[in-house]
């Protein structure tokens, strides 16, 4: 190739080193040797005043054909060595890529708490408020002024926990009510979450302590109409869009007309099987027409404003949409039990 | 209450089926838990004679005396095995020849019975179904056809509804109200029960006399004398349909009581008229002292202010509630003085609730009789008893009723309907469903007016009719609709609300999980726990049990238990927190809330500090770890960051380990602590293990000022880090340390991080080893080695002298 034969000499001992060169550190040497600071290519290109004048020109000129030839062989080489030396590394640590990954602790909302906070949201989308009252309650506010009368047959419906002759653990949500609407005038619409007290036997359906959720509005013109279209709504966002509900009548002392509110089946889709008892229909919640007595009892006038209350039991819809069979799981607190409800839930913002 | 579906068609004359009834009442607020037959699987038994005892077979080993009997049909006879002791010659009962079944599928066949061949079965109430009655076979009149089917001759072919009344419908508390809620929702004509007295010669009012001491509570009370009467068992049909809802048959004379209350709703009561004194009735309160013996044999200490029926020497009945045992009707019995009143339904609740005595009649008083029906009831009553005891009804019914009220009048306007519900039924429609239901209509005008009739007390406003109206139209009527208009109105949370999800997604983000527990806990581990005065606490009058009885003053019991339960189940990692009330009595500053409750937080972690994995440490959760949940749960809170203060002796929660608990402050205001839990409050529990704890109060939290988040500049200069470690007394606080650091007020020290503590080996006895990486920076500039060298030897120099701290490395 190149006719000088020094020039020669070094490109071909370079190119046999740069073959040979087994690691990125071999090849660095081959490198430093003939094209360093001090290489022997370097010098060549140094010393060529004391080549002949005549050689001069053609000796340089080959001399840096060389160097740059070398220079693309070395990087080709280099590239090569760094991707062997890396996969041998990669080779050389072992992996078990079935091996469980380390998940960053994570622990769980109560089922109750996630339920309620689901509920919550849908009637905070409906502009709704949430409002908060004690546990410990005076009779008036749990009974006397949600039209209760005294020594009335109404109050075993509701087997009452009793701290003294008028105080009591509250036995529903519906007292806050009574506190919300005196607070402010109308209009009003608020749900109010909480824990409520019933003096009852505990087996799988039944606990002295759970959860209830009451929604209360009273505007100008609030119909039974509209108590339906908001809990067929609230059905279909909590129990998917085929969902609706069916009203029954029934009593409540603080609501006129009251009504049983059922869901249509989730399960089944109304066809009947065994979380409906076959009935097709799951009963949820009780409600009604605010009682003109109670709008009476906070000062508003029963011909000016109307309003309809709700309240629903959180733990039977927590039971309903997770299909648990006894109630008192949710006051054991078992780990176990617990951490199934760690998953992310899509309901909390 | 059982409704025999024969009985209700007396009164409603209705074709459908019992199922639709069943859910035409269901949709109108009666709920009905069971459609059922009276009798399932019963089929070929027959009226038979026993025509005479032909062998004594002995008596069997499980005590049955069994003789074998000729059982007579009329074309046919068979020998059967009977072991019933009342089994006699001439006695008509029910016959199951072989080929019958009774219920629950049992076939009968001719069998050999002890070596005795037993061509079918002679049967008593209980095998048949029909009753609990099971000593003996089923004894019929001499006059029951022979060889008919009993089932016809019993009227065994009916279904029994059973339903549920909501307390404001009394009037659906008997076969007559149920009729009239069938015929309001189908259209079948309602028949009221004709009543028609037969009366003898004798007038009751010169034979007995009625007097009401206290009309407040007695506004009405009528009273009929029987005459001549003998008690002996009801008829079959009678019987049998007192046994088709439930009821026992007694003789007749009690069992036509029985009969008119389940039919007309009217709790009906028989004095024996001979026992009581001078014939006369008192109706009167008791007074101090009074007793009496109850016709269930107890005797009862009564409490003046109840209502009594009285002769004038003596009480002889608890009002609505419960006869007495000296005025009982006994087989003796041939004159009786029958009650039918109305008594003030608060009266009866409260004197029921007071003896703890819950009868088929004061459950009806307590929620209030019908005062106009009840003469009614009287007069059907009086004649079926002499119709069945072979007596005489005297002439006149005493009834003293000293103040009738008018009917109530209401005003209803169809626009009213429509306000509330949405929607109004045609005009003809109110009219009818209020009619059917009892009400008389005038609807000549604008506005319905309506009369009430008396069975209807809850009726008292117009809404309660809007009620009536719709829920017979139907509320699948009701159309469903959203309110729309109105003023938009900012959704409001309550602050304890945000702060309890922010600090419940904090805790479950770093791993733990949340508990709710029941409000009420044990006062006995309260006291070991340090509670021990009761004044402190609230105390349910009526607790579930003796270990749920005491309103939670701190959430530290309930995670505990969470802990222990956990660990009788084998799980001895527990990382837990909970969100919820405290009680404690009222102060001044709760105004009208009974009780003083705050939020708290408690969190309580034992066991590993990791779940075991394969690359997990094998660490134990320490006091750091609950001490560092309930910084994050403050940092959450976004009010700043928590102090720790270690208590003095004495201080701090007593169920905390004496100098392994300390207290959480933000900006100087308590707000929690933590620490370990002591000894004897973990052996209470039932923890073998060290379980640590830490409560914050939310509720003093929210009261401190939020710390809005504000952007810090990022540094634009290079910082500078030195190490700082020395060793100290190893009373020596990490705490007093950087306090006495920051005290330096040193503007370019802008960070402090503690990175290693080192107790034992090389380190000493009583001291321990603390090493800092403080990090120098300023806003401005590139500090130099001099400016930060010069720094660092302050800050040691300062240490050593405060701490005689030993340096090791800076």
Known sequence: MAADPRVQDILDRALADIAGARSTSALEQVRVRVLGRSGELTALLRGLGKVPAADRPRVGQEANEVKGRLEEVLAARQEALKTEEHRQTLAARHLDLTLPGRVPAHGAMHPIIRVQDEIISIFEGLGFSVAEGPEVESDYYNFAALNFPDDHPARDMQDTFHVSADTVLRTHTSPVQIRAMKAQGPPVRIVCPGKVFRHDITDATHSPMFHQIEGLAVDRHITMADLKGTLDLFAREMFGPRSHVRFRPSFFPFTEPSAEVDVLCFKCGGDGCRFCKQSGWIEILGSGMVHPNVLRNVGYDPEEVTGWAFGMGVERVAILKYEIDDIRLFFENDMRFLGQFASASRELP | ?810
């Open chain 2, 1 to 810: 209450m059982k409704i025999s579906y024969r009985w209700l068609r007396e009164f409603a004359e209705t074709e459908l089926p019992p199922e639709t009834i069943a859910d035409r009442l269901v949709n109108a607020g009666i709920e009905v838990a069971s459609v059922q037959p009276l009798v399932e699987g019963l089929s070929g038994v027959v009226i038979a004679e026993i025509e005479a005892i032909e062998q004594d077979l002995g008596v069997t080993p499980a005590g049955h005396h069994n003789r074998l009997c000729r059982v007579a049909l009329p074309d046919k006879s068979f020998s059967v095995v009977c072991g019933a002791p009342n089994a006699a010659r001439g006695l008509r009962t029910a016959f199951a020849p072989p080929g019958a079944t009774l219920p629950g599928g049992r076939a009968i066949k001719a069998a050999k019975i002890r070596g005795t061949q037993s061509e079918g079965m002679l049967c008593s109430e209980q095998e048949l179904g029909i009753g609990e009655d099971g000593s003996g076979i089923l004894e019929l009149p001499a006059d029951a056809p022979l060889g008919a089917p009993l089932s016809r001759y019993l009227g065994l072919d009916d279904t029994i509804l059973e339903i549920e009344i909501t307390p404001n419908r009394p009037d659906a508390l008997s076969v007559v109200g149920v009729a009239r809620e069938v015929a309001a929702l189908t259209g079948a004509p309602f028949r009221f029960p004709q009543i028609a007295v037969k009366e003898g010669e004798i007038d009751a009012a010169r034979i007995a006399e009625v007097e009401i001491l206290d009309p407040d509570l007695s506004p009405r009370y009528a009273a009929r004398v029987i005459t001549g009467l003998t008690v002996k068992p009801s008829p079959p049909w009678l019987a049998q349909r007192l046994r088709s809802v439930g009821l026992r048959p007694i003789n007749n004379l009690v069992d036509v009581t029985n009969y008119v209350l389940w039919e007309m709703g009217q709790p009906l009561h028989a004095f024996d008229y001979d026992t009581v004194a001078q014939h006369k009735i008192v109706v009167r309160r008791a007074q101090p002292g009074e007793r009496i013996m109850t016709l269930d044999g107890q005797d009862r200490a009564l409490t003046p202010g109840m209502l009594l029926i009285c002769d004038p020497e003596r009480p002889i009945g608890i009002a609505g509630v419960m006869g007495g045992a000296s005025t009982e009707v006994t087989a003796k019995t041939t004159t009786v003085l029958l009650e039918s009143a109305f008594f003030n339904p608060g009266s009866i609740r409260s004197t029921s609730r007071t003896l703890g005595l819950h009868t088929d009649a004061a459950y009806r008083f307590e929620r209030g009789a019908d005062i106009e029906g009840l003469r009614e009831a009287l007069d059907r009553a009086a004649q079926l008893m002499a119709d069945l005891g072979g007596g005489t009804v005297a002439k006149g019914a005493i009834d003293v009723y000293p103040g009738p009220k008018p009917r109530p009048r209401i005003t209803l306007r169809r626009s009213r309907i429509e306000r509330v519900i949405g929607v109004c039924p045609p005009h003809e429609d109110v009219v009818r469903i209020l009619q059917a239901l009892g009400f008389a209509v005038d609807d000549s005008g604008l506005a319905l007016q309506v009369v009430v009739p008396s069975f209807r007390r809850d009726i008292v406003q117009e809404d309660d009719l809007v009620e009536e109206v719709i829920r017979v139209w139907g509320y699948d009527k009701i159309p469903s609709a959203l309110a729309g208009g109105g003023v938009l109105q900012p959704v409001i949370h309550p602050p304890a609300l945000v702060l309890a999800r922010a600090v419940t997604r904090a805790l479950t983000s770093a791993g733990l999980s949340q508990a709710v527990t029941y409000a009420f806990v044990d006062p006995a581990r309260l006291k070991v726990m340090g509670w021990d005065a009761p004044e402190a606490l609230i105390t349910l009058q009526n607790p579930i049990s003796a270990e749920r009885s005491v309103l939670q003053p701190s959430l530290a019991p309930g995670v505990l238990e969470v802990v222990a339960l956990n660990g009788t189940r084998q799980i001895p990692d527990v990382r837990v927190f909970e969100i919820g009330q405290t009680f404690a009595p009222h102060r001044e500053e709760d105004g009208d809330r009974p009780a003083h409750e705050e939020l708290w937080l408690a969190v309580a972690m034992t066991g590993q500090r990791a779940p075991r994995a394969w690359h997990a440490t094998r660490d134990r959760i320490d006091i750091y770890d609950v001490k560092g949940a309930a910084e994050l749960a403050v940092y959450a809170a976004g009010v700043g960051d928590a102090e720790t203060t270690l208590y003095a002796a004495g201080e701090g929660p007593r169920y905390l380990e004496q100098g392994r608990a300390a207290a959480l402050s933000v900006g100087g205001r308590p707000v929690g602590w933590f620490g370990e839990v002591a000894l004897g409050v973990r052996e209470t529990f039932d923890l073998p293990a060290p379980v640590f704890l830490a409560e914050l109060s939310l509720s003093a939290l929210l009261d401190l000022p939020r710390r809005e988040t504000r952007y810090q500049p990022l540094p634009r200069f290079p910082a500078v880090q030195r190490d700082l470690a020395i060793v100290v007394a190893a009373e020596v606080t990490a705490g007093q340390i950087e306090a006495a650091i920051r005290s330096m007020k040193l503007p370019l020290l802008s960070r402090l991080t503690l990175f290693d503590v080192y107790e034992g080996g090389q380190v000493g006895a009583g001291k321990r080893s603390l090493a800092w990486s403080l990090t120098y920076q300023a806003p401005d500039r590139t500090l130099t080695d001099r400016e930060v060298n010069e720094l660092h030897a302050r800050i040691v120099a300062e240490i050593s002298r405060r701490f005689g701290a030993e340096i090791r490395g800076v």
